[in-house]
């Protein structure tokens, strides 16, 4: 069975750090691009970054650029994502998720919670 | 930047057939994905590369793209349907993954 589990949320002050971390289990896993997508409280689904099967790609949205790093370790079947100078924004729950052929996210964990607040 | 415009909200009786829309600049020559979210839960595929659908989605659900307008359909709309749902592509051009920002399904 394919499993994602997210880890590391918390609730950090503006301008903290965060380390988020996705256990893949049941899959193949140096065989899959990973993304992480976030949802803030109340609204739609926002795509944070994305990292390819070898870490060859890797790709992120705009608003995280240069705060975020998202990481992997096939060895380990583990993701990261490293989050620096956090904003109040940046508050929602993330989510990695699993992509067919760089594509479509087949399974998606179930979430961890960030909260950044003064 | 690429920008997924979808309605808000799109309201049905049982039994009818829900239509929710995913407009984009030529979204026709690109892939659509769509996602089924309900309340406390994570996202789930419903659609992949336009109109295929992922085993264990009912044939109920089916899509299609053309021109700047890609569209789920849900047939014969049960409650159990009740959610929000996502349209996804990737954009080219600037290597981002983009969303819609969501249509919540009422079943009246």
């Known amino acids: 069975e394919v499993q994602l589990v997210e880890s590391g949320g918390g609730l950090v002050k503006p301008g903290g750090s965060l380390r988020l971390s996705c256990a893949a289990s049941?899959?193949?896993?140096?065989?899959?691009?990973i993304n992480w997508v976030r949802q803030a409280p109340g609204k739609g689904l926002d795509w944070v970054a994305s990292?390819?099967?070898?870490?060859?790609?890797?790709f992120y949205a705009d608003s995280v650029k240069g705060r975020f790093t998202i990481s992997r370790d096939n060895a380990k079947n583990s993701l990261s994502l490293e989050m620096n100078s956090l904003r109040v924004e940046d508050t929602a729950v993330y989510y990695c998720?699993?992509?067919?052929?760089?594509?479509?996210?087949?399974?998606w964990g179930q979430g961890t919670l960030v909260t950044v607040s003064s | 930047s690429y920008v997924l415009t979808q309605p808000p909200s799109v309201s049905v009786a049982p039994g009818e057939t829900a239509r929710i829309t995913c407009g984009g600049n030529?979204?026709?020559?690109?892939?659509v994905y769509w996602y089924q979210q309900k309340p406390g839960q994570a996202p789930v595929l419903v659609i992949y590369?336009?109109?295929d659908r992922p085993s264990g989605i009912p044939a109920r659900f089916s899509g299609s793209n053309s021109g700047n307008t890609a569209t789920l359909i849900i047939s014969r709309v049960e409650a159990g349907d009740e959610a929000d749902y996502y349209c996804h592509v990737w954009d080219s051009s600037s290597d981002h993954v983009v969303f819609g920002g969501g249509t919540k399904l009422t079943v009246l």
């Open positions: 049941g899959f193949t896993f140096n065989t899959y691009s």
């Open positions: 030529n979204i026709g020559g690109k892939s």
């Open positions: 998720a699993r992509a067919v052929d760089g594509d479509f996210f087949d399974y």
């Open positions: 990292i390819s099967s070898s870490s060859t790609f890797i």
């Open positions: 590369y336009d109109s």
